[in-house]
Every structure is written in structure tokens, then in C-alpha cells.
């Protein structure tokens, strides 16, 4: 069993109403107690989704849906996102647990090295319609790859916290401000 650090800084948000409610017939008084959240456009608390940016650790609710959010930690466990595993050092994001759940977490896939440079492809002789579609398949490869390594870099920029620790179900995370 993972030891959580007594150590929180929290504070009250006010929740969405749908990912985090007030439900007195649910253990702690909402199934979204104990699940990652972030704060979303509106200035709501909400549980995170796949890819999500991680703000900090639903502890309570309320019957308003204002809920006590622990957003700086010593050390918690958050549920990991189904099939997900983690390792120590890893940064976190948002993630979805079994049947779509939300407000799991999983780890930062690092992203790929940035691909030669596109003047590599540069030919100094095209003569043919074979050698022009060559050249320019090529350039459109290296350009989908430049793509999907910018988006693999603004979703490591979204990871938060570090992997302390963890078991098969979640993850002892340090979350700093």
C-alpha cells in the first residue's frame, strides 16, 4: 500500500455539478473524491480527461458542489488510468480509468527527436515527374513528422507533479506550485 504525506496545501473550488457533485448516497459523498481535477475555462473544478493538464487531488465535497482541492502535495495517490503504468520521476497528466472514467492519470509519453532537416531532401538534379514525386513525398513525411513531435511536446508540457511511486492502481505523486 502506497503511504500518502500528511503535508496538503488546499483550497475551495467551485465544481462543475457534473464531474464533481455532491452525491450523499456515494462513499465520501461523491464518487469524484480521491480523482485528479483541473480548473477548467470557466474557473470550475472538473475531473481530468485524457491528456489533461493535472491541477491537483479532489478531498471533499459539498453539498453546493464546492469541493476542498488539494493542489500542492507532498504526497498522494492518484488512480492510474486503466491500463496505465507508471515510473518514478515520471510528470502526469489527465487520463481515463475502466468504463471512460475520469479523473485518472498516466505519464508523459516523451516525445521523439525532432527529424533531419527538411534541406537534407533538397536534390540538386529532379529531371523526372518520378524524381519530383519522390522528393515531395518525402518532404510531406518529414513535415507529418515535425507535426506529431510538436504535439508530443506541448502535451510533456502539460505533465505535472513527479512519480514517487507507484503500484498496479496508482500513483504516489509529489505535485509542487
Do not use: C, W
Not at 5 to 13: D, E, I, M, Q, Y
Not at 104 to 114: M, Q
Amino acid at each position: 500500500m502506497l503511504k500518502e504525506h500528511p503535508f496538503l496545501v488546499t483550497t475551495t473550488f467551485q465544481g462543475d455539478g457534473d464531474t464533481i457533485k455532491y452525491d450523499a448516497t456515494k462513499p465520501n459523498r461523491s464518487d469524484a473524491v480521491g480523482k485528479a481535477f483541473k480548473i477548467n475555462a470557466d474557473g470550475k473544478g472538473e475531473l481530468v480527461v485524457d491528456g489533461d493538464e493535472i491541477d491537483g487531488k479532489v478531498i471533499s465535497v459539498d453539498d453546493d458542489h464546492k469541493f476542498t482541492g488539494a493542489y500542492m502535495f507532498g504526497g498522494l495517490n492518484l488512480p492510474l488510468g486503466e491500463n496505465e503504468t507508471v515510473a518514478r520521476g515520471d510528470k502526469l497528466v489527465g487520463a481515463l480509468g475502466a468504463d471512460k472514467a475520469k479523473g485518472h492519470v498516466k505519464a508523459v509519453s516523451a516525445p521523439a527527436a525532432l527529424p533531419s532537416d527538411l534541406a537534407d531532401l533538397a536534390a540538386t538534379d529532379i529531371d523526372t515527374d518520378a524524381e519530383k514525386l519522390t522528393v515531395h513525398n518525402a518532404a510531406r513525411t518529414q513535415i507529418n513528422s515535425v507535426s506529431a513531435t510538436v504535439s508530443a511536446l506541448v502535451a510533456a508540457a502539460k505533465g505535472k507533479g513527479s512519480v514517487i511511486n507507484s503500484d498496479t492502481t496508482h500513483a504516489l505523486v509529489a505535485l509542487g506550485a
